[in-house]
């Protein structure tokens, strides 16, 4: 392989990235890169033309063979790469269906030379940071470099080493950090820890807190792996790009199934025809509700972040990228025991994934069942909801509460049940459909917990009957819903 340093030697890199795995908590602290039409970032000068070119590279780099290994990569990494016609929308495409995989790009990155590759370059960056940290002309950048003593500390010598970095931090605890750490991907994985302990001991004040140290661990990470972080950047990218895929599909949904979400009651952005509502509410940007939609398949799954659970968004989303994952590349499932088991393996997942948390999950499938009859197939943890509304019938509420007056969980995806394992999911089952039913899968933002606050079987009923299309009435539920928190719904009419 073409060596990866013929690009220059500049060491460049911005913005943060997340856990190797891509459900990390720093991917939602990272601000995304500006896009210009034709997709590329709006970056001026040398930075910008650098990164274009690693991003070209790291997609030319995970081109290879599929019997071949990343050191045989065909297109080579040399400065005028070009790449092929659809190279970029296929590497994300294989990233999204787990073709390749976070070592692949982990493998790519540590063949990069970074600054503490070099002779005395941890020497050089501990003196950049003391020297700042003494002598800074602003008292932000002294404060940005106290951090970045302070976040060497703790990622080395946890606690004590945060309390005593002013004294005990020197140019062995950057190696110390790089040899524990040797790419980016690893070194935002052991951060993780530390960013979590700033914001759970900082009281209100812990998210803002975080958000400072996350500036100091921004900065190390260029400063200490350069070039590398470069191409960390650009598979971080890819992988988003390749995320969005499924948000993307949630907008572009047929006309006989809508959707609606808003995060404590202010519209989401993946809102179809992005209608801004209006419900009064107190905004939240950390949403935790998810959810996914393959019309082709007749799959949908709506799942919400436990409500003041660590990392419930984490959890909802990993449910949400997984079901829809599984229904298009892997599973053709045609039985309400599929359903089942596609929630039980998304639990194992969560459950031994670090940094989620916990997650309702209520997941519903469309499926043919000869002589022109449908039936649904669905399965379901937790409190979220699900009804079939039959015109001549009025609604069928199909699943039962799991939780304890509404408020504490008796089942969730994240959880390990003894004698049942990672096998949680108890309520599943199938019904037939007939021309002119809807189905509802919502959160409990919508249908609400106490009296106060509660949407009953009626009240859905109702809006679906006064609404004129799905995609009304999705919204209608969302916004005559009465409880703070936030709210997702599917409405798809059979």
């Known amino acids: 392989m073409t060596n990866p340093n013929s690009i220059g030697d500049g060491y460049y890199g911005t913005g943060a990235g997340s856990r190797s795995n891509g459900w990390s908590n720093l991917g939602r602290d990272a601000g995304n890169f500006g896009r210009s039409d034709d997709g590329r970032d709006q970056l001026s000068g040398e930075r910008g033309d650098i990164r274009s070119l690693c991003e070209d590279q790291i997609i030319a780099a995970l081109g290879w063979p599929e019997d071949g290994h990343p050191d045989t990569g065909y297109l080579g990494w040399s400065s005028g790469v070009i790449l092929p016609q659809g190279s970029r929308e296929r590497v994300v495409d294989e990233i999204r269906q787990g073709k390749i995989l976070d070592w692949q790009a982990d493998w790519i990155t540590s063949q990069v030379r970074g600054p503490l590759d070099e002779p005395n370059g941890a020497e050089s960056i501990f003196f950049q940071i003391k020297g700042q940290s003494v002598n800074g002309e602003q008292p932000n950048q002294r404060a940005v470099a106290l951090r970045e003593l302070r976040a060497i500390g703790y990622i080395t010598c946890d606690r004590d080493g ?174 309400a025991q599929g359903m089942a088991g596609l929630l039980n393996r998304i639990n194992e997942c969560v459950y031994n994934d670090k940094l989620a948390g916990y997650s309702t999950a209520v997941i519903a499938k469309v499926v043919d069942k000869g002589s022109g009859g449908k039936a649904l197939l669905y399965a379901s943890v937790g409190d979220s909801r699900l009804y079939v509304y039959r015109p001549t ?102």
């Open 393 to 494: 019938e009025g609604v069928y509420e199909m699943l039962n509460d799991e939780s304890v007056e509404g408020r504490a969980l008796t089942n969730c995806l994240g959880t390990f049940v003894e004698g049942a394992g990672y096998n949680i999911t108890k309520q599943y089952g199938e019904m037939p459909l007939y021309p002119g039913d809807q189905i509802v899968l919502c959160t409990d933002g919508v249908t609400g917990d106490d009296e106060s606050e509660a949407m009953s079987a009626g009240n859905v009923g109702y809006y679906l009957q006064n609404s004129t299309n799905p995609k009304d009435a999705a919204k209608n539920l969302v916004i005559n819903a009465r409880k703070i928190d936030d709210r997702t719904a599917i409405v798809v009419a059979v």
């Open 162 to 335: 945060f309390n005593n970095a002013e004294k005990n931090v020197n140019k062995e605890s950057i190696l110390e950090l790089y040899n524990k750490c040797k790419t980016p991907q690893s070194f935002f994985q052991e951060a993780e820890p530390f960013l979590d302990d700033v914001e759970e001991n900082n009281g209100e004040a812990g998210i803002q807190k975080r958000a400072t140290y996350l500036v100091a661990i921004k900065n190390l990470a260029r400063m200490m792996y350069g070039k590398k972080y470069d191409y960390y950047l650009a598979f971080e990218k890819l992988k988003r790009e390749a995320a969005y895929q499924r948000e993307r599909s949630l907008e572009q949904l047929p006309e006989n199934v809508g959707y609606c979400q808003t995060s404590r009651g202010q519209a989401n952005d993946a809102i179809v025809n992005r209608e801004n509502l209006d419900t009064g509410l107190p905004p939240d940007e950390r949403c935790e509700d998810s959810a996914c939609a393959l019309p082709e398949q007749g799959f949908y799954g709506v799942f919400d972040g436990a409500g003041g659970e660590k990392n419930g968004g984490v959890a909802s989303r990993m449910a949400a990228e997984m079901a829809y994952d599984s229904v298009k590349y892997k599973e053709d499932i045609q039985d």
